[in-house]
């Protein structure tokens, strides 16, 4: 196992930065970091810190700073301790002004400038948080989205996803002996998406939850034959509605997310 410190530096919430670096560096195995992350460097006092810190626990720098002087003084520290910098942003916007023909207008955290979509965001997740398991579902035809599954099939985490995306989503949850809220077959507006998974994980995953929070794991919840029959009820209401269904067995959360996102768009593109 290789270790060494990364450290990630942005004149904003380095939201950017730090999705960039996880996502580069998931294609490497055996590697440990330590993450050194660096939101809102905006002046010298703040590069100095910086790199004074990247002195501490020397390592590999990304960056995504825009104004020069912060700039300068964050690469000559870099070079003077011979630590390897990259500013992340660079190379993407120069062959997007290339291609454009465009001039660069560089200001400090620009990229997450409190516009529409940034509100949208805000009232998605105001949405998910308000419609969680069930909750409010008089108001479920305002939803985007509808996502219904039995216990312990990523509903809630999925929703969340989707509402960074500005979705507003809703999850209701599959109970056995109990119907379906009425307002779930009457909407109308938003997509409603069944998530299923494989019963013998389910029973793992709901096994792992009992145990975390010391409940008696002799019950129905984990009962294998249950289970099954708890899932398969579930697919034939999904499929005599006609709801797109989602295996998540395999699928991470944003794996999950990503395919909702596709079929939620394909629906706008069908239906402007």
């Given at each position: 196992?290789?270790?060494?410190?990364?450290?990630l530096?942005?004149?904003s919430t380095?939201?950017?930065?730090?999705t960039?670096?996880r996502?580069?560096l998931?294609?490497?195995?055996?590697?440990?970091?330590?993450?050194?992350?660096?939101?809102?460097v905006?002046?010298?006092n703040?590069?100095?810190?910086?790199?004074a810190?990247?002195?501490?626990?020397?390592?590999?720098?990304?960056?995504?700073l825009?104004?020069?002087?912060?700039?300068?003084?964050?690469?000559?520290?870099?070079?003077?301790?011979?630590v390897?910098?990259?500013?992340?942003l660079?190379?993407?916007?120069?062959?997007?002004?290339?291609?454009?023909?465009?001039?660069?207008?560089?200001r400090?955290g620009?990229?997450?400038?409190?516009?529409?979509?940034?509100?949208?965001?805000i009232?998605?997740?105001?949405?998910?948080?308000?419609?969680?398991?069930?909750?409010?579902?008089r108001?479920?035809?305002?939803a985007?989205?509808?996502v219904?599954?039995?216990?312990?099939?990523?509903?809630?985490?999925?929703c969340?996803?989707?509402?960074?995306?500005g979705?507003?989503?809703?999850?209701?949850?599959?109970?056995?002996?109990?119907?379906?809220?009425?307002e779930?077959?009457?909407?109308?507006?938003?997509?409603?998406?069944?998530l299923t998974?494989?019963?013998?994980?389910?029973?793992e995953?709901?096994?792992n939850?009992?145990?975390?929070?010391?409940?008696?794991?002799?019950?129905?919840?984990?009962?294998?034959?249950?289970?099954?029959?708890e899932?398969?009820?579930a697919?034939?209401?999904?499929?005599?509605?006609g709801w797109?269904?989602?295996?998540?067995t395999?699928r991470?959360?944003?794996e999950t997310?990503?395919?909702?996102?596709?079929?939620?768009?394909?629906r706008?593109?069908q239906?402007?």
């Amino acid at each position: 196992m290789k270790a060494f410190h990364i450290h990630l530096v942005s004149d904003s919430t380095g939201e950017t930065v730090s999705t960039a670096a996880r996502a580069s560096l998931v294609q490497f195995e055996k590697v440990e970091t330590t993450e050194h992350v660096w939101p809102m460097v905006r002046g010298r006092n703040q590069v100095q810190e910086v790199v004074a810190g990247i002195e501490a626990h020397p390592g590999f720098v990304l960056y995504t700073l825009v104004d020069p002087e912060t700039r300068k003084i964050l690469e000559d520290g870099c070079r003077r301790l011979q630590v390897p910098s990259i500013s992340m942003l660079d190379p993407i916007v120069t062959a997007l002004g290339a291609y454009l023909g465009a001039e660069v207008h560089a200001r400090p955290g620009r990229q997450h400038i409190m516009d529409a979509d940034y509100f949208d965001r805000i009232e998605a997740m105001h949405f998910v948080l308000n419609h969680d398991d069930g909750q409010l579902t008089r108001d479920l035809n305002d939803a985007d989205v509808v996502v219904i599954g039995v216990s312990r099939t990523s509903k809630t985490p999925t929703c969340i996803y989707l509402a960074n995306r500005g979705i507003k989503a809703a999850n209701i949850p599959v109970v056995p002996g109990f119907p379906l809220p009425t307002e779930v077959l009457e909407a109308e507006n938003p997509l409603i998406v069944g998530l299923t998974e494989d019963p013998k994980r389910l029973v793992e995953i709901r096994r792992n939850r009992l145990r975390m929070l010391k409940q008696d794991e002799q019950t129905d919840y984990v009962d294998s034959e249950t289970v099954s029959q708890e899932v398969n009820a579930a697919r034939r209401m999904f499929a005599s509605h006609g709801w797109p269904v989602i295996d998540v067995t395999r699928r991470s959360i944003e794996e999950t997310a990503a395919h909702i996102l596709q079929l939620y768009n394909r629906r706008q593109e069908q239906n402007p």
